[in-house]
């Protein structure tokens, strides 16, 4: 019998049918709400699979070295995001274990403000978590030292550029996937837990397996506008997608580039919906280090081999599963 906590977590509709360009159908429903539908689509002719989901997309500054700055707790002035968002903080006992998690963005700021005077050691009864999106140096965040991003942290994602050590720059921070320049998005981490601390699988990742580096393609039906983008962090459980400031910034037909956590937020796309395909096990072919031209080139080439003509027509044939979402 199954537990009720998997019930109210994730549940598998079994819908499988054929459709449009010959692909078979399995529905999923990712939960938690608000509950969307993904498409899992494969044809019995072709190794190329498609998963597919029409959502809102967050926006998500993961790999910019303009992310945080410890100056600049809410990105108001010199951040494009808010330190709130980049760390974890708790109230811990004198053995060291966690007994409240602070979740108020005034109260964080309070501690990191202790945390940062004591040169970034646990103030007392306090833990500071860096949520794996600043890099750190012998335990302690990487503060640039030089150029134009001299003062910020350093902000981590999960695919990387592979640019040897000597190339990738201060605390290795050019090869991350800078969230201005790389259209790639976040997807929520392979299995999630719920308030209970129950693990559970992430339908994205199951039973295709998208991971890191995968190409995607991303249409927004409203203006009409597409772009393509690699797959290029792990998110929040609890949030189907969210896409890098470049992503967002294409999607949304808009050439100005946020320079504060205000205006990074006006580029999530609020109500308006994305088409988002995913073809899992594509990340071979690319060479690194990323650049939005040749995703944009490998993505092209993909398509075509999954038998569509161009873009207009992978876009007509999304237009078509929009009944299903």
Known sequence: ???????????????????????????????????????????????????LFYSN???????????????DFHGQSLAINSLCNGIGVY???????????????????????????????????????????????NKKPCIFQDGDVKGYFGSLTSEK?????????????????????????????????DAKGTAHINPLHHPFGAGSGDFVFAYNPENMTW?????GDAGPGNNLGEGSVALN?????SS??????????????????????IIPNSRS????????EKIEKRGRELIIEMGFRDEQAFIAFLLEQKSRF
């Open 57 to 71: 997309l967050r926006v998500n500054t993961d790999g910019s070295p303009r992310s945080y700055h410890p100056d």
């Open 91 to 137: 109230r811990v006992n004198a053995a060291g274990k966690r007994i409240r998690t602070i979740k108020t963005c005034t109260e964080k700021k309070r501690v990191f403000d202790l945390f940062k005077a004591k040169n970034y050691v646990n103030p007392k009864g306090y833990q500071v978590v860096w949520r794996n999106v600043i890099a750190e140096r």
């Open 256 to 277: 100005t580039v946020p320079t504060n956590y205000q205006l990074a937020k006006k580029l999530d796309t609020g109500t308006a919906k994305i088409f988002v395909a």
């Open 161 to 193: 550029n592979g640019l040897t050590s000597a190339n990738s720059g201060e605390c290795g921070y050019k090869n991350q996937l800078d969230a201005v320049t790389i259209p790639h998005l976040v997807l929520p981490a392979r299995t999630w837990k």
């Open 227 to 231: 772009s393509y983008a690699v797959l």
């Open 1 to 51: 019998m199954r537990s009720k906590s998997m019930l109210i977590a994730i549940s598998f509709i079994l819908c499988s049918n054929i459709f449009g360009q010959g692909y078979t159908v399995d529905t999923r429903t990712f939960k938690p709400p608000p509950e969307k539908n993904i498409l899992l689509l494969s044809k019995p002719d072709q190794a190329r699979k498609l998963i």
């Open 285 to 292: 072919n690319l060479v690194k280090p990323y650049t939005a």
């Open 249 to 253: 910034m294409k999607l949304k037909k």
